[in-house]
């Protein structure tokens, strides 16, 4: 997420950090850079002016000049900034209304306002403890009623039943009723989108708003777009009571443009963020913790949030009681591999890390990818049980088995072992001292010491 522009921050602080102190000179061209890299980003033009208006003075102050490190000093001025273009602290979503609580989301047709409504909708079910439904006013589209409902049953949603023929604003009385009669306590309303914003659109989302009077009314929009995004929140905000934005495909967007440029152009916090296609892949929207990313820092708060949430709890106390017996199977192993893999991989866990250009980089030049979780998986798979309780029996005919079944070589199965040796050993050592490392977090310690 956002790669392009970390990797441009992490450039220019890495100069500024550098200088013993800096004049208004070196500022100036910090800032020049700064300005380029928010606009390679795809921010609004004007954002990237107030921003820049808003770093100047405070990096020229007499705490910077006098500072024994100038550099930090920039870097804490240049986070704060974003942190508060960003929306200062999370924006949690109004649910404090008589229920069943209506929600309207709107957006241009493709940005995915089905799939986020489903992704919401399971959100507030597991961590606000509501029941929902679904209702789709899409009858334009075809099948988009067929797609929720379809949704809806794969998630275990409620959904309002469909009925032919019937129109948006007769859909809204439905499904109120209905919500009210099933025990629901919040209404999501998937709107119909648009290839573009036009007179129709606007006009019938004002007439879904009288009707259901939403305790919110939230964009979704696609942070691909950029600037076009941002444009698009600012002709909603003038039409309809918006209230917040959800920015989908943010796995995917490099640039950080339309996260930088939203909040500021629509006068709305951002609050969700999806992350992928799957309905969990859905996130509070961390303002600091954004910035903290943005800038190189990491996430760590996040990926700690992400383990707990992802991790199989009572997998970890059955290897953590093995541990502290001193044992370790190549079938604990591969139990570690398939809990990296639910929290998105190797290349998941490396976006929240501290330094992540410096350390993909390293990945790179190591030849280690997300295939090597998949690749080590079908190793230890083509193994038999004797085998993953005790790799030590494996010799020369057992690996060119083990390679004819798993579609490797011996060498990859050579590395494997020695890659279960040093994390055995290491485990070892776990289990006589502190219990709470990275084993315990379900992340194999030996892919971070071949980056050492």
């Not at 522009?5 to 100069?15: H, Q, R, V």
């Not at 954002?47 to 405070?58: G, L, T, Y």
């Not at 979503?93 to 489903?118: C, D, E, F, R």
Request: one cysteine or more; glycine letters at 8%.
């Amino acid at each position: 997420m956002f790669e392009n522009l970390t990797n441009k921050f992490e450039e220019i602080f890495s100069s500024l950090k550098k200088a013993p102190s800096l004049d208004e000179k070196q500022v100036d061209e910090g800032l020049k850079s700064i300005r380029l890299a928010l606009l390679e980003a795809d921010v609004s033009l004007d954002v990237v002016k107030e921003f820049i208006s808003r770093v100047k003075p405070k990096a020229l102050g007499q705490e910077i000049i006098r500072s024994t490190s100038p550099g930090d000093m920039v870097v804490k001025i240049v986070y704060d900034e974003i942190t508060s273009f960003l929306g200062d602290k999370n924006s949690e979503i109004t649910l404090n209304a008589v229920p069943p609580v209506p929600i309207m989301l709107v957006g241009l047709q493709g940005s995915g306002k089905t799939t986020t409504t489903s992704k919401l909708a399971k959100f507030l079910e597991k961590n606000n403890k509501k029941k929902v439904m679904m209702a789709s006013l899409d009858v334009y589209r075809p099948a988009a009623q067929q797609q929720l409902r379809l949704l809806g049953e794969q998630n275990n949603i409620e959904t309002l039943p469909i009925i032919e023929g019937q129109l948006p604003a007769d859909i809204c009385r439905r499904a109120l009723s209905a919500a009210n009669l099933n025990g629901c306590e919040v209404v999501l309303f998937d709107t119909a989108g648009r290839t573009q914003i036009d007179f129709q659109m606007m006009n019938e989302i004002k007439q879904i708003e009288t009707i259901i009077n939403p305790a919110e009314t939230i964009l979704v929009a696609d942070s691909l777009t950029g600037q076009v995004a941002a444009n698009v929140a600012k002709e909603f905000k003038n039409t309809v009571n918006l209230s917040g934005i959800i920015l989908t495909r943010a796995d995917g967007d490099g640039r950080g443009g339309a996260a930088l440029s939203m909040k500021y152009v629509a006068e709305v916090p951002i609050k969700f963020l999806g992350v992928g296609e799957k309905i969990e892949n859905f996130e509070v929207f961390h303002p600091d913790r954004i910035a903290n990313r943005i800038l190189g820092m990491g996430d760590i708060v996040s990926l700690v949030e992400k383990a707990s949430e992802d991790l199989d709890q009572e997998n970890l106390k059955k290897t953590e009681e093995k541990l502290k017996k001193g044992q370790f199977s190549m079938e604990d192993y591969l139990s570690q591999l398939r809990q990296m893999k639910k929290m998105g991989g190797i290349e998941g866990i490396m976006s929240f890390l501290p330094g992540v250009s410096k350390i993909k980089s390293q990945m790179d030049q190591s030849g280690i990818d997300e295939k090597i979780i998949t690749q080590n998986e079908a190793v230890i798979l083509s193994m038999t049980k004797q085998e993953r309780e005790n790799p030590k029996i494996i010799n020369g005919s057992r690996k060119k088995r083990i390679a004819n079944g798993s579609g490797t070589d011996i060498a990859t199965i050579n590395k494997l072992l020695k890659q279960f040796k040093m994390m055995s050993e290491m485990m070892k050592k776990m289990s006589k001292g502190n219990m709470k490392g990275m084993a315990d977090k379900g992340i194999p310690p030996e892919l971070f010491n071949q980056l050492k």
